[in-house]
């Protein structure tokens, strides 16, 4: 029977080795990942939410994997006992001149066939007591959810099926039927890298030498003081600009109860930078000598610039906030985990705006899968394990 290697154990490796033990029963699967726990990086740091499809353009993987996946998440967490809850979101305008966007971003969603719902400012409130909007949209399909929960199920489903996951184990090479690890060989007659904020290096690894490059961005996370949770029912975003490649903070209740706010997103200082204490000068020299990242700063400097002043304000991040929901004061925020995306990036300084899976022989490479990947995650294993069926 065949060997294949997943490399990464989060939500989407994970998923994938999942629906390789479903669709191959009998074949050894192997998951690797250097970290000592599963969803160590972009997946145990996210905010939790089950994305509906409401930003991707019609027809793109991320419109309709995301689509998809938000069902079969749900089903999943049901299936097997994960908490879940689909609360739905607002998207507000909190301007007249946000309008325009929003009606645009409503044909969008309606062109992928999802259930929003335009909303005068009178109707918002219904949803959501201490919002400030001119208008809103109301997008039914979004829920909540514990992405650690579903990688630790997804791991028991893998490890059940006669699967193994080799944690702490660091992969130092790629090729000739075999993954080379730090614990040892393991015959692979089929890779699949999914390792995230790494993806390009083992992409090279592998010898392939992929035309976009990871560059990591960190999001900023603070909490509402449980005494002021009451001001946000469920998720709250603002409009976002299509001129900047990020949504802008917003509010998201998550699964136990707590309200997270954020996040910003800054240039991280390593690939798994969670602070501005956490130093890389080998990621660094990376993104420096990289004509991309210099392309798309210039482009976006004035956007970057206010992100690194929010980053460095806490006062600054909580006006932020207070558009969306007035009564919100610095007094009411407290520090949370960050995350860290990792954002593929073009030599042209053009964000890869899809998600970026590339097959090569008996290897497929995920070189682009920021959010709305954890959603769509099931989704995109069976998309995976189909173009490894066609190799």
């Given at each position: 029977?065949?060997?294949?290697v997943?490399?990464?154990a989060?939500i ?5 080795a999942h629906r ?6 009998g074949?050894?699967v ?7 726990r599963?969803a160590?990086?972009?997946t ?5 939410v ?6 991707y ?6 419109a ?6 938000s069902?079969?998440?749900v ?14 979101k607002?998207i507000?305008?909190?301007?007249a001149?946000?309008?325009?966007r929003l009606?645009?971003?409503f044909?969008?969603?309606?062109a992928n066939g999802?259930p929003?719902?335009m909303l005068s400012a ?5 949803y959501e ?6 208008a809103a949209m109301?997008?039914?399909?979004t ?13 028991e489903?893998?490890t059940?099926?006669g699967?193994?996951?080799m ?11 075999i ?6 060989d393991?015959?692979?007659d089929?890779?699949v890298n999914?390792?995230?904020?790494q993806?390009?290096r083992?992409?090279?690894l ?5 035309a ?17 949770r009451h001001?946000?029912?469920g998720?709250?975003?603002p ?7 990020f949504?802008?903070?917003h509010l998201t ?10 996040p910003n ?8 930078g969670y602070?501005w204490?956490r130093?890389?000068?080998r990621?660094?020299?990376?993104v ?6 210099w392309r ?5 400097l004035?956007?970057g ?5 929010r980053?460095?304000s806490?006062?600054l991040f909580?006006?932020?906030l207070?558009?969306?929901v007035p ?7 407290v ?5 860290v995306?990792a ?9 890869v705006?899809?998600f970026l899976?590339e097959?090569?022989g008996?290897?497929v490479?995920?070189?682009?899968a ?11 294993a ?7 069926a066609?190799?």
């Amino acid at each position: 029977m065949a060997g294949y290697v997943v490399i990464g154990a989060g939500i989407v490796g994970l998923a994938t080795a999942h629906r390789l033990t479903i669709e191959n029963p009998g074949a050894t699967v192997t998951v690797i990942d250097k970290e000592s726990r599963v969803a160590a990086h972009q997946t145990g740091h996210n905010s939790g939410v089950i994305h509906a499809g409401v930003y991707y353009k019609p027809g793109s993987l991320k419109a309709t994997l995301c689509r998809a996946g938000s069902a079969s998440m749900v089903a999943f967490a049901e299936e097997h006992g994960i908490s879940v809850e689909t609360c739905g979101k607002l998207i507000v305008a909190t301007s007249a001149d946000e309008l325009p966007r929003l009606t645009a971003l409503f044909d969008r969603a309606t062109a992928n066939g999802l259930p929003v719902r335009m909303l005068s400012a009178t109707e918002a409130r219904e949803y959501e007591p201490h919002v400030s909007a001119v208008a809103a949209m109301h997008v039914a399909s979004t829920g909540i959810i514990s992405y650690t929960a579903v990688c630790e199920k997804l791991a028991e489903l893998v490890t059940a099926a006669g699967g193994r996951i080799m944690l702490g184990t660091t992969v130092t090479g790629i090729g000739g039927g075999i993954v080379a690890t730090s614990a040892g060989d393991v015959p692979a007659d089929f890779v699949v890298n999914c390792a995230g904020l790494q993806s390009d290096r083992m992409a090279r690894l592998a010898g392939i030498r992929p035309a976009a490059r990871i560059v990591p961005f960190r999001g900023e996370y603070y909490e509402l003081r449980e005494d002021r949770r009451h001001l946000v029912s469920g998720l709250i975003y603002p409009v976002p600009d299509p001129q900047f490649p990020f949504l802008g903070v917003h509010l998201t209740r998550m699964i136990d109860g707590s309200v997270h706010a954020g996040p910003n997103a800054v240039l991280a200082t390593a690939r798994e930078g969670y602070s501005w204490g956490r130093f890389s000068a080998r990621d660094l020299a990376e993104v420096a000598a990289f004509p991309g990242m210099w392309r798309l700063a210039r482009r976006h400097l004035r956007y970057g610039l206010t992100e690194v002043r929010r980053s460095l304000s806490k006062p600054l991040f909580a006006r932020g906030l207070a558009r969306l929901v007035p009564e919100i004061t610095e007094a009411d925020l407290v520090p949370s985990e960050a995350g860290v995306r990792a954002q593929a990036i073009l030599p042209s300084g053009e964000l890869v705006d899809d998600f970026l899976i590339e097959s090569r022989g008996g290897q497929v490479h995920v070189l682009n899968a920021p959010s709305p990947a954890a959603t769509s995650s099931l989704e995109i294993a069976k998309h995976i394990v189909s173009q490894l069926a066609a190799v």
